[in-house]
């Protein structure tokens, strides 16, 4: 079948290292959301940091993100519904918006590996290393690198990146990914003392 005129076919990047932006464009909307948005605020500025510094290394980005059970929508109206939202939530969408150069890709699950075309996007980008931020660490974040791991990628959950309800439920997840799954999980930003 011919392709329509208006899609036009893209190669995908070659990336050893690929950034994993997992569900930061969010709507935060659930009953424990106002634990969460502290951290995923902070955890926002430190992505949008990074980010710019992967990209100018020439790193590639994916976004994996949840559908909120809107089966019917896309990513862009995931992405419009999340920027127009008032205060800190539309904040976090509109300085993680992706760029027309990001891949994207919606997951029906914890996991950005379950039921999503990840795995075969960073096999034909010839990746070898992840760079996993996002929220909820304890979680969506946990689950992927978990995931990352058994699929013999090397992987980076930098702490400063990721936000979840509390401080203790973020550190538990870490020390579980560093101490059992050998993930690196040192910040992205080293502070001076």
Same mark, same amino acid.
């Given at each position: ?8 076919r ?27 948005l ?12 990074l ?19 809107t089966?019917?929508s ?7 519904? $999340?920027?127009?939202?008032?205060? *800190? +939530?539309?904040?976090?969408?509109? /300085?993680?918006?992706?760029? @027309? ?29 992840l760079?996993?931020v ?13 995931d ?12 400063? $990146?990721?936000?979840?309800?509390? *401080? +203790?439920?973020?550190?538990?997840? /870490?020390?579980?990914?560093? @101490? ?8 992205a930003?080293r502070?001076?003392?």
């Open positions: 079948m011919p392709r329509p005129a208006s899609l036009k893209t190669s995908l990047p070659r990336s050893k290292e690929v950034l994993l932006l997992v569900d930061v464009i969010n709507p935060l909307n659930f009953p424990t959301a106002r634990d969460l502290p951290g995923a605020v902070a955890a926002s500025h430190a992505i949008a940091r980010k710019a510094r992967l990209a100018r290394r020439g790193v590639a980005a994916i976004y994996a993100n949840d559908n909120y059970g089966w019917h896309e990513f862009r109206d995931i992405l419009a519904a $999340c920027s127009s939202l008032p205060g *800190e +939530r539309g904040e976090i969408a509109r /300085l993680l918006a992706p760029t @027309g150069q990001d891949l994207v890709i919606l997951k029906p699950q914890h996991s950005a590996f379950h039921s999503t075309p990840l795995q075969h996007l960073l096999d034909r980008m010839g990746a070898e290393k760079v996993i996002g929220v909820a660490a304890d979680m969506c974040v946990m689950l992927t690198a978990t990352a791991r058994m699929l013999g990628y090397k992987v980076w959950v930098p702490q400063d $990146c990721t936000a979840a309800e509390s *401080e +203790r439920r973020k550190g538990d997840a /870490l020390r579980q990914l560093h @101490g059992v799954f050998k993930c690196s999980v040192h910040a930003v502070r001076r003392a």
